[in-house]
C-alpha cells in the first residue's frame, strides 16, 4: 500500500512537472513573441518605408549652403526611395529652431534634418538656453559632404594675399572688421581661429555677426565690412564676378574652380586646414532597420558619379560615412571646435 501510494505521488508529480515545463514553455514562447514583436514590426514598416512623404528639416534659411546641399540630396533621395521628399526650412536663432522641432518629432523615417557642423556647434555655445541635446536627442544617419571655406576680402582692401592683410589689419585694427554668415558657424569659427593664430584677436578687430550668407556678402562687397570666411557655394559666384577677390582656401589642396587661389597653407598659415560639413539626422531611437535603410540610400546617393559631380560645381566633395562613423567623426570635430570656443571666448550665454 505504501508502495502504490509512492508510485501514485511520483506519477503525479511527473504529471504536475510535465505541466509546468509546458506552461514556462508557453510563457516563454509568449513573453519571446511579445519582445520581438516591435522589432517584426519595424521590419516590417522598414520593408514598406517610405509610405508617405518625408519632409527633410532645414534650421536655415533658403539659398544657403546647408540649403543647397539639403535639396541636392532632397532629390536623389526622391528618386532613390521613389518618393515624395519636401525640404522644410525653418530657420531662426543659429539653427536651434529647426533643430528644436525635429528633436521633439516622432521617430518614424519620416522627419529627416540636414545642417552643417553648427549643429554640434551650437551646445557649446549656448549651454544655458539650448532646450535639446545635439547628440543624445538625435540619430546620426550619414556625414555627406564637406566645403572648403573661401576667405575673401573686399576688393578695396590693399591686400593681394593672406600675409598682406594680417598686416594691414595690425597697423590699423580700428578700421577694419570681419565677418560671418551666423553666430556658431563654420564661418565663425574658422575667422575666430585665424585671428588667434595671426594675433589679431588681441587687438579686438571686431567680427560682425549676421544672419545668413546673403546680408554678410552684400555688405562685405558693398565695403561695410572687410573679410569674410564661407562655403563656396555662396562666394565663389562673387568671386568670379570680381565683387571680391580671393586670398585663400582652407582645404588642404587648391579647389579645381579657383586654381590660382592658394590653400591657407600655402598662404603661410601652418597646418590651417578648415571645412564647413554636412550630414543627415533623424529623430532619437529611429528604428534600426529604418536607420540602416536611409543610410544605405545614402551611401548608393553619395557615392553616386551624379551627385559628386554636382557638389563638385557647388564647391563640395563627398565625405559620405555611414552612421557609426559619423558618430566618431562629430565627437572628434566636437574637441576640436571647443578647443577654439573656449580660447576665443565665445558664448551666447
Do not use: C
Request: no cysteine; proline share 6%; charged share 15%.
Amino acid at each position: 500500500m505504501n508502495n502504490t501510494s509512492r508510485l501514485s505521488d511520483s506519477s503525479s508529480s511527473a504529471r504536475f512537472t510535465r505541466r509546468a515545463i509546458s506552461a514556462m514553455a508557453a510563457l516563454g514562447a509568449a513573453a519571446a513573441a511579445t519582445a520581438f514583436a516591435p522589432l517584426a514590426a519595424h521590419a516590417e514598416d522598414a520593408a514598406s518605408y517610405p509610405s508617405k512623404p518625408i519632409t527633410i528639416v532645414v534650421p536655415h534659411a533658403p539659398g544657403g549652403a546647408v540649403d543647397g546641399v539639403a535639396r541636392t540630396f532632397a532629390q536623389a533621395l526622391s528618386e532613390d526611395l521613389k518618393q515624395s521628399v519636401v525640404v522644410d526650412n525653418r530657420p531662426g536663432a543659429s539653427g536651434l529652431v529647426g533643430a528644436g522641432a525635429v528633436a521633439r518629432a516622432p521617430a518614424d523615417g519620416y522627419t529627416l534634418y540636414i545642417n552643417a557642423s553648427i549643429h554640434n556647434i551650437n551646445p557649446l555655445l549656448y549651454k544655458k538656453t539650448i532646450k535639446f541635446d545635439a547628440i543624445k536627442d538625435f540619430t546620426a544617419i550619414s556625414m555627406l559632404a564637406q566645403g572648403a571655406l573661401i576667405f575673401s576680402v573686399n576688393p578695396q582692401v590693399p591686400a593681394k594675399n593672406v600675409k598682406e592683410l594680417v598686416s594691414v589689419v595690425k597697423a590699423n585694427p580700428n578700421n577694419y572688421s570681419f565677418v560671418t554668415s551666423g553666430f556658431g558657424s563654420a564661418g565663425h569659427i574658422g575667422i575666430a581661429q585665424f585671428m588667434q593664430e595671426t594675433g589679431l584677436a588681441d587687438l579686438k578687430v571686431p567680427i560682425a555677426l549676421y544672419k545668413g550668407a546673403g546680408p554678410a556678402l552684400t555688405d562685405l562687397i558693398g565695403g561695410q565690412v572687410h573679410a569674410m570666411m564661407d562655403p563656396m557655394l555662396s562666394s565663389l559666384p562673387n568671386v568670379k564676378a570680381g565683387k571680391l577677390r580671393a586670398l585663400a582656401i582652407t582645404a588642404r589642396e587648391r579647389s579645381p574652380l579657383l586654381p590660382d587661389v592658394p590653400t591657407m597653407r600655402e598662404a603661410g598659415m601652418g597646418n590651417f586646414e578648415f571645412y564647413s560639413w554636412y550630414g543627415l539626422w533623424s529623430p532619437a531611437n529611429l528604428p534600426t532597420p529604418l536607420r540602416a535603410k536611409l543610410e544605405t540610400a545614402a551611401a548608393r546617393i553619395m557615392q553616386s558619379p551624379a551627385m559628386k559631380a554636382k557638389l563638385e560645381g557647388y564647391g563640395f566633395e563627398v565625405a559620405y560615412k555611414n552612421g557609426r562613423d559619423f558618430e566618431q567623426f562629430i565627437n572628434a570635430e566636437v574637441k576640436n571646435y571647443d578647443a577654439v570656443i573656449t580660447k576665443a571666448n565665445i558664448t551666447a550665454d
